[in-house]
């Protein structure tokens, strides 16, 4: 309590000053403000309306967004963490994905099959998919730096694969797919607008009968990944969101990070109408 009442004297005291400083001299009304930005005050903004009455330039305001105002480029972010970490110490990391995998022979694909990941990183779904005689696939990142470390670990059989650097809500192509799997980027969508596009993208580019697999936290996982907030879903949720999408199976899972630490999934399987 003692804390917060230093905290509002000063921000009085400040106030004041600014008063003061813009019946006498304008500069020192700035350089009070000033002050007060960088005491972190300027939050508080007792004497906006007053500034902007005798035509100052609305400084609390516009001080305080630039301070706390943070521009979230996917770009920047996803290729910061791609070229700053190993494969094995981000939160997703498998050494084989086994789900993904077992969900793949149950839908019993034939080899021939159009397949695409997205948001895929450097997944080794890739390889063991390769490994089966699937000879068809399309791996889709933002970043390139996750693409280019995946083909480096594939060698030669890099060559057989289909590598697309796109935000996935940017992406286009001629292309249909028997499968659009997605393990951990739908849930990093939280504008209505995109959760949208990224069901309409699904329903465009798949085929006929085509396949969904997707993988998001659950409403029992983590409410942040990678420094991001995400949206959880249920199986209501998921349901709701596909909901002209045949439903086959969905299920929670336990996924442990590289560090042992416990997030658990939330996996959906859907099929398109024919």
């Known amino acids: 309590m003692k804390h917060l009442l230093n905290i509002n004297a000063s921000r009085i005291v400040n106030?004041?000053?600014?008063?003061?400083?813009?019946?006498?001299?304008?500069?020192?009304?700035?350089?009070?403000?000033?002050?007060?930005?960088?005491?972190?005050?300027?939050?508080y903004c007792l004497m906006e309306k007053i500034l902007q009455r005798f035509g100052f330039q609305n400084t609390c305001s516009t001080m305080a967004g630039q301070a706390e105002m943070?521009?979230?480029?996917a770009k920047t972010h996803w290729e910061n963490v791609y070229q700053t970490k190993k494969s094995n110490e981000v939160s997703w990391y498998q050494e084989k994905p086994k789900t993904s995998l077992k969900l793949v022979g149950?839908?019993?694909?034939?080899?021939?099959s159009e397949i695409i990941d997205v948001g895929a990183g450097d997944s080794k779904l890739v390889d063991n998919l390769l490994d089966?005689?699937?000879?068809?696939?399309?791996v889709l990142d933002i970043s390139p730096t996750a693409l280019n470390r995946a083909k480096k670990r594939l060698g030669n059989q890099a060559k057989s694969v289909k590598w697309v650097v796109s935000d996935l809500r940017e992406f286009e192509t001629k292309d249909r797919y028997d499968l659009w799997h997605d393990r951990a980027v739908?849930?990093?969508?939280?504008?209505?607008?995109?959760?949208?596009?990224?069901?309409?993208?699904v329903r465009?580019?798949?085929?006929?009968?085509?396949?969904?697999?997707?993988?998001?936290?659950?409403?029992?996982?983590p409410k942040k990944?990678?420094?991001?907030?995400?949206?959880?879903?249920?199986?209501?949720?998921?349901?709701?969101?596909?909901?002209s999408f045949e439903h086959i199976t969905s299920f929670e899972e336990e996924h442990l990070t590289?560090?042992?630490?416990?997030?658990?999934?939330?996996?959906?399987?859907?099929?398109?109408g024919g």
């Open 15 to 43: 106030s004041i000053l600014l008063l003061l400083g813009l019946v006498f001299f304008k500069p020192l009304a700035y350089f009070v403000a000033l002050m007060m930005f960088f005491a972190g005050l300027t939050n």
């Open 258 to 272: 590289p560090w042992e630490a416990s997030q658990i999934f939330r996996w959906g399987v859907f099929r398109k």
């Open 106 to 112: 149950e839908i019993d694909l034939d080899k021939n």
């Open 70 to 73: 943070q521009v979230y480029d």
């Open 186 to 201: 739908l849930h990093f969508l939280t504008k209505e607008e995109d959760i949208s596009k990224y069901v309409e993208l």
């Open 204 to 221: 465009k580019f798949l085929k006929p009968k085509g396949y969904i697999i997707v993988s998001t936290f659950s409403k029992n996982g």
């Open 225 to 243: 990944c990678s420094g991001l907030d995400i949206r959880q879903y249920s199986e209501d949720s998921m349901k709701k969101l596909f909901s």
């Open 132 to 138: 089966l005689g699937f000879k068809n696939i399309t």
